[in-house]
């Protein structure tokens, strides 16, 4: 079994910084890429940003120049620096994580997702 815990989501107002973590535990033998989501009341689960095990990232446009994504994979860790938040950027963000047996040979692996820590922007 993987587990996700999310933490760092709050209030804060337009323009703020919030940064979040997410520790993985458990059953790891290699952990793959970890990415966090999105989703706002009424709206499908969305892609923030993602990063993969050599630090490779990706975000998406509404947020590039204002999250950055890193992670310590000392500490299985996955962080996200949020910076000059917007209202829109209100929603719970969601942990994932994809679980690989071996570095070396790859496998489909497995994905695993967080409880969801919510972010509230206000105007």
């Known amino acids: 079994q993987v587990q996700l815990v999310e933490s760092g989501g709050g209030l804060v107002q337009a323009g703020g910084s919030l940064r979040l973590s997410c520790a993985a535990s458990?059953?790891?033998?290699?952990?793959?890429?970890m990415g966090w989501f999105r989703q706002a009341p009424g709206k499908q689960r969305e892609l923030v940003a993602k990063?993969?095990?050599?630090?490779?990232?990706n975000y998406a446009d509404s947020v590039k120049g204002r999250f950055t994504i890193s992670r310590d994979n000392v500490k299985n860790t996955a962080y996200l620096q949020m910076n000059s938040l917007k209202p829109e950027d209100t929603a719970v963000y969601y942990c994932?994580?994809?679980?690989?047996?071996?570095?070396?040979?790859?496998?489909?692996?497995?994905?695993?997702w967080g409880q969801g820590t919510q972010v509230t922007v206000s105007s």
């Open positions: 990063i993969t095990n050599s630090g490779t990232t």
């Open positions: 458990g059953s790891i033998s290699f952990l793959d890429d």
């Open positions: 994932n994580a994809v679980v690989r047996s071996s570095r070396y040979i790859w496998s489909p692996g497995t994905e695993h």
